[in-house]
């Protein structure tokens, strides 16, 4: 037993293994009890370890616990929607969108979901779509603001001939990497 054991009652500990037995279904019950269970050290009355824990006593790895745990946390953000995921998988695709664009993915993703069964499949399209606006939107502004520095690099080409050589690799650079090849004003 490790020396850093935090005092708790029995109970405590009890309870909340009984929510994960009972909610193994309810990633969210599980999730939050994990949390639980992590940030209070409740694991150091029997374990060394949060890791070890949960493979001695629920028979999962750490990464899955966090996923449990994950879901739990999104689950919250997304409090004000009417449909909630009945499966952490559902929402993996979502972290990788900041929390505040969440809740507006996972809702698209209800609105849309093909006969009306959201799947990670489909939380993923989604997801996919999100970013791809926004990759376009930053493409778009890097055209336009690298058609804006070409413009200045031609003017001081012409007023400075000595700097004609750099201004050159400088528009050869912008038109190869963000026109895709082509000079388009």
């Known amino acids: 037993m490790n020396a850093e054991v935090v005092p708790m009652i029995d109970w405590e500990l009890d309870a909340l293994e ?9 990633f969210q019950l599980v999730g939050t009890a994990l949390m639980a269970i992590r940030d209070g050290r409740r694991y150091l009355a ?26 739990a946390k999104a689950v919250e953000r997304l409090s004000p929607i009417g ?15 900041p929390e505040d664009k969440q809740a507006a993915a996972w809702q698209e ?15 993923q399209e989604v997801v996919d779509r999100i970013e791809n606006k926004w990759v ?5 502004m890097a ?20 700097k004609k050589q750099e201004g050159i690799r400088v528009i050869n650079w912008c038109i190869k990497h963000l026109s895709g090849g082509k000079y388009n004003e």
């Not at 055209?143 to 000595?162: F, G, V, W």
């Open 143 to 162: 055209r336009h603001y690298a058609t804006m520095a070409i413009n200045q690099l031609e003017k001081i080409t012409k007023n400075d001939p000595s």
């Open 18 to 26: 009984q929510v994960i037995e009972k909610g193994m279904a309810s």
């Open 46 to 71: 029997t374990h060394q370890t949060f890791e070890a824990y949960c493979k001695d006593r629920w028979g999962f790895n750490r990464a899955h616990a966090y996923r449990l745990m994950d879901g």
């Open 83 to 97: 449909d909630k995921p009945t499966h952490e998988s559902q929402l993996r695709p979502i972290y990788t969108l």
């Open 136 to 140: 376009e939107h930053d493409v778009m």
């Open 109 to 123: 993703a209800v609105d849309t979901a093909p006969e009306g069964k959201v799947t990670a499949k489909h939380v």
